[in-house]
């Protein structure tokens, strides 16, 4: 079955506890991307990855770290989270390089992550 | 000004009722243009594409209008299924890359 896993789906932590949310997709896609959805914000992005070894910041990066050392993976990093670090975050891929000339391709969203600073 | 704009509702409708959401976008290079559908707390999920001519699958049509840069997305016949919240999504190159961009989203109750 064709998915995005993220784990772990439900996180509690403190101030400064450095913390990695794995992302994982069987599709083979080469673009991944993390977005964080807050009430009235909507989906904003964090950081995308065009393949691997290429990543690149979206529009929210502060805070926050990633790696594409596999196709198939894309963790992101918080190494000191703080409380404004709140959110549910998804993880999604699609099977674009990022191309402009694929324009009509979708995102497949993982589950989310639902991360609570304290 | 937000790159792009919903009502986020919610919109309170009955069954069988008709409802359209429109959305607006500032970007006049944006080129697709999509309606995502999120259920409570959980991931969203592609609806539809929007094309020039406009589509319809079943009880939605989208609509795309480039000259006031809005999309709508019209539900016929609402369904307590359909409460959900819509996202409009838009892409457009950056950099030779696509730039995608979430709406805040519109939210629907249907009410029996």
């Known amino acids: 079955e064709a998915q995005v896993t993220q784990n772990p789906r439900y996180l509690i932590t403190v101030t400064g506890k450095k913390l990695t949310v794995t992302c994982s997709q069987n599709?083979?896609?080469?673009?991944m991307s993390w977005y964080r959805q807050d009430p009235g914000l909507g989906l904003r992005q964090i950081y995308y990855s065009m393949n691997v070894e290429v990543t690149d910041k979206g529009d929210v990066p502060e805070g926050y770290k990633v790696s594409r050392k596999e196709k198939r993976n894309f963790p992101l990093i918080l190494e000191s989270p703080s409380p404004n670090q709140t959110s549910l975050y998804f993880c999604?891929?699609?099977?674009?390089?990022?191309?402009?000339?694929?324009?009509?391709?979708?995102?497949?969203f993982g589950p989310g992550t639902r991360l609570l600073v304290l | 000004r937000k790159e792009v704009e919903q009502d986020p509702g919610p919109f309170n409708v009955p069954e069988g009722a008709t409802v359209a959401f429109n959305c607006t976008y500032s970007?006049?290079?944006?080129?697709?243009f999509f309606w995502y559908r999120q259920d409570c707390r959980k991931e969203p999920k592609l609806l539809m594409s929007?094309?020039?001519s406009g589509n319809e699958d079943g009880r939605f049509t989208a609509q795309l209008n480039r000259a006031s840069q809005y999309i709508s997305l019209l539900i016929r016949d609402s369904k307590l299924s359909d409460s959900a919240t819509y996202l409009c999504?838009?892409?457009?190159?950056?950099?030779?890359?696509?730039?995608?961009?979430f709406g805040t989203g519109t939210k629907l109750q249907v009410i029996p």
């Open positions: 599709m083979n896609h080469e673009y």
């Open positions: 999604a891929s699609n099977s674009s390089p990022g191309l402009a000339e694929n324009l009509q391709e979708t995102q497949y």
């Open positions: 999504v838009v892409n457009r190159r950056s950099g030779g890359y696509q730039k995608v961009t």
């Open positions: 970007n006049s290079a944006s080129q697709s």
């Open positions: 929007v094309y020039s």
